[in-house]
Each structure stands twice: as structure tokens, then as C-alpha cells.
Nanobody
Framework: QVQLVESGGGFVQAGDSLRLSCAAS????????MGWFRQAPGKEREFVAA????????SYADSMKGRFTISRDNAKNMVSLQMNSLKPEDTAVYYC?????????????????WGQGTQVTVSS
């Protein structure tokens, strides 16, 4: 079992930056690939970014490339999402997730553990 707790969400203006963090506890964090997903009201949960268990490989949704950066610190059991140049359409609840496959991917159905989410609201 892996417990995930997100933090860092908030209310920002368009163009601002925000850094989300996800603290993990339980099983060995470095054995899991980690992903960030988001869900806006009335929409399906969508892939944002993922990082391999070692941290050496990352994957991004096309609309986030160049604006978002995922990273992890296995010594601290932490994964982060740096979000720059935020837009109103980035408004959503952001979730982190853990996958035993070790490789980053965008298939949300394959992630084993999920956090409760953190709200990000971007005002125009």
C-alpha cells in the first residue's frame, strides 16, 4: 500500500507559476513510476505528466510540454510538478498517482494508488 498526499494548490493569476508536491509513504517509493493527472469540472481525468521510478525518464501531455516539469526526490519520497505560464484552462483538481510498472505512462487505469487531489484555480 502506498499513501499519497498532494499539496501546493491554490488560486493564481494567468501567467503565474505554481509548484505541486506529492508526499508518499508506505511501500518503497523508488519502485514506483509516478504520474500527475488533473480533472476539471464535468470532464474526464486527464494525463499531465509522469516520471519513471528512477527519475531518468519523463513523459508529458502535449499541451503541458514546455510549461510543466515533473521531478522526484527518492530520498525524500516526493514527486513535484512545476507549472509555469498557467492558463485558465489549467484550472482543475490535480492528482498524483503511483504505478508499480516503474516506467512512465499516461494510462490512468493502470495506476495503482491515488492521492486525494489538490485544487488549482487560474484566474484570467
Amino acid at each position: 500500500q502506498v499513501q499519497l498526499v498532494e499539496s501546493g494548490g491554490g488560486f493564481v493569476q494567468a501567467g503565474d507559476s505554481l509548484r505541486l508536491s506529492c508526499a508518499a509513504s508506505g511501500r518503497t517509493f523508488s519502485n514506483y513510476a509516478m504520474g500527475w493527472f488533473r480533472q476539471a469540472p464535468g470532464k474526464e481525468r486527464e494525463f499531465v505528466a509522469a516520471i519513471s521510478a528512477s527519475g531518468g525518464t519523463t513523459s508529458y501531455a502535449d499541451s503541458m510540454k514546455g510549461r510543466f516539469t515533473i521531478s522526484r526526490d527518492n530520498a525524500k519520497n516526493m514527486v513535484s510538478l512545476q507549472m509555469n505560464s498557467l492558463k485558465p484552462e489549467d484550472t482543475a483538481v490535480y492528482y498524483c498517482a503511483a504505478d508499480r510498472s516503474r516506467s512512465p505512462h499516461s494510462s490512468r487505469w493502470l495506476y495503482d494508488y491515488w492521492g486525494q487531489g489538490t485544487q488549482v484555480t487560474v484566474s484570467s
